[in-house]
């Protein structure tokens, strides 16, 4: 990736932001990626706006810190009767705003994310009337969820979010109708920069065929734009290559992490490209050796069977994700296979971050990350990966999964091959390959017997390590696999 467009907005200046909300989608050649806020504060300026390709490495917007933000806010209350508050008064919240309600109350709005706080507006559903299962009665997704499933729809609360003038005009005719005084008590419009809600995809039909979104009445959550309203307006043909994205059925509001979102096709002559491209230039530039080893999977498909017979079926751990823990161990124990050649050296990383080869059903791979893998139990590798493969199938990844990876990891067994001997992705200087675990003819202590095995390989950068270092980290990956309990 060399460069990404800023498809969508979820927050605004002045929001309160922490650490893992979900603020931003940028679209990449294989996938949109959702970006991830790195810490708790306030957003405070935009620097790309909606629609806008740079480079990687560009700065998306700034965050300011939240204490920084009570002080502003703080100094900027004023009491009823319009003196500026005594330096005693209670600085407000640095987690959120407080928000005057309908009966002049105060309202609370920092009890969930600014993407929570879009689920429910979609959903028509008003957040002061859930109880948050969060930590500190933090609303959750699952709150939104059950709501929607419940059928406890209300009427958004007028005066907190807007989208214009339009919108206002409608809250004030319900307020008179209802008695009540005709001009809320605060409104906080978008922003000058705000731009018409509309899918990704939307978006991007609507910039190829020379259509201006805010002149299209959108069919989705919330009069939202989507692709088939594009095509509406703007005569698109319908021979464009959408079938993935038109064809899936709509979802309720809640149902996936962006709202109002659709599957983003991507080129798949674009795709193979980006692969060519990477593959060809590995080839070129790094000198690769290749190692081979078969291990013993008794133990660990015992334990397995052992494991899973206590679980749900939806908690079962597959042999994918003890193979990934092993790698991920063994990498930290054989450290010179996990890092970067950078500048004529070799350059170790101090976590294993581990990269997951992904094939797509459309053709084509994708490379999720597994961060901190090595810290991770196979149960929660299982998780890990069953979340990874899962987005990276539906193109819709998360800033978490695009962690530059240490070490990859690339395992065909699921189709049947005995052995795969992959190609570097360079700066890495490793992969390791994983075939099926199948029952072959063995000898066990004298005897000969069937036992599963399972064929593992190694293709490493031989500027980094040399194969006594990759012969070491085979077989520690073997010894962990025959004691998968140490795991």
Not at 59 to 81: K, M, N, Q
Not at 115 to 121: D, G, M, T
Not at 224 to 234: E, I, L, N, P, Q
Not at 235 to 253: L, N
């Amino acid at each position: 990736m060399t460069e990404g467009t800023l498809l969508h907005w979820l927050v605004h200046p002045g929001d309160v932001v922490h650490k893992g909300d979900v603020v931003a989608e940028v679209d990449t050649t294989k996938a949109a990626i959702e970006v991830e806020c790195f810490d708790d504060g306030v957003l405070g300026t935009i620097l790309v706006p909606e629609g806008k390709t740079v480079p990687v490495g560009t700065p998306l917007a700034t965050i300011e810190p939240a204490s920084d933000r009570a002080v502003v806010v703080g100094d900027a209350r004023a009491a009823p009767d319009g003196r500026p508050p005594s330096s005693s008064e209670p600085a407000e919240s640095v987690r959120g705003e407080s928000l005057p309600g309908p009966d002049g109350a105060t309202e609370i709005a920092h009890h969930a994310t600014p993407l929570i706080r879009r689920l429910a507006q979609e959903a028509g559903i008003d957040l002061a009337t859930l109880h948050g299962s969060g930590p500190g009665g933090r609303i959750v997704r699952s709150d939104v969820e059950e709501a929607i499933s419940a059928g406890a729809r209300t009427a958004p609360r007028p005066g907190i979010v807007t989208s214009g003038p339009q919108e206002q005009v409608g809250h004030d005719e319900r307020r008179q109708a209802r008695g009540e005084s005709g001009t809320p008590e605060r409104v906080r419009p978008l922003p000058p920069t705000a731009v018409a809600r509309a899918s990704g995809y939307a978006r991007r039909l609507a910039r190829e065929s020379g259509v201006d979104l805010r002149d299209i009445s959108g069919t989705g959550p919330d009069r939202a734009v989507r692709a088939r309203d594009v095509r509406t307006a703007g005569a698109v043909p319908e021979a464009v290559p959408t079938a993935a994205a038109e064809s899936a059925p709509e979802q309720p509001a809640g149902a996936t992490d962006v709202i109002g979102a659709e599957s983003l096709p991507h080129d798949p002559v674009a795709v193979r490209k980006v692969i060519a491209a990477a593959m060809t230039r590995s080839k070129r530039t790094v000198p690769h050796y290749y190692l081979s080893s078969t291990i013993d999977m008794d133990a660990a498909m015992r334990w397995l069977e052992e494991t899973n017979r206590r679980v749900p079926v939806s908690a079962r751990i597959l042999s994918s994700a003890l193979v990934l823990c092993a790698s991920a161990r063994a990498a930290r124990t054989v450290p010179d296979l996990n890092g970067h050649w950078l500048d004529d050296e070799f350059r170790p990383a101090s976590a294993v971050h581990l990269g997951v080869v992904v094939s797509l059903r459309g053709g084509g791979i994708m490379v999720p990350t597994i961060p901190d893998a090595h810290t991770l139990a196979p149960p929660a590798m299982m998780d890990a990966l069953r979340g990874a493969v899962g987005r990276a199938r539906t193109a819709r990844l998360r800033s978490a999964d695009a962690v530059p990876a240490t070490i990859t990891v690339t395992n065909l067994g699921e189709l049947g091959v005995d052995s795969v001997f992959g190609v570097i992705a360079a700066p890495q200087v490793a992969i390791v390959g994983f075939g099926a675990v199948t029952a072959r003819p063995c000898a066990v202590r004298g005897l000969l017997g069937v036992r599963p095995q399972l064929t593992a390989t190694l293709s490493a950068d031989h500027r980094a390590s040399d194969g006594a270092v990759g012969a070491r980290f085979l077989n520690t990956v073997a010894e962990l696999l025959q004691q998968p309990e140490e795991m």
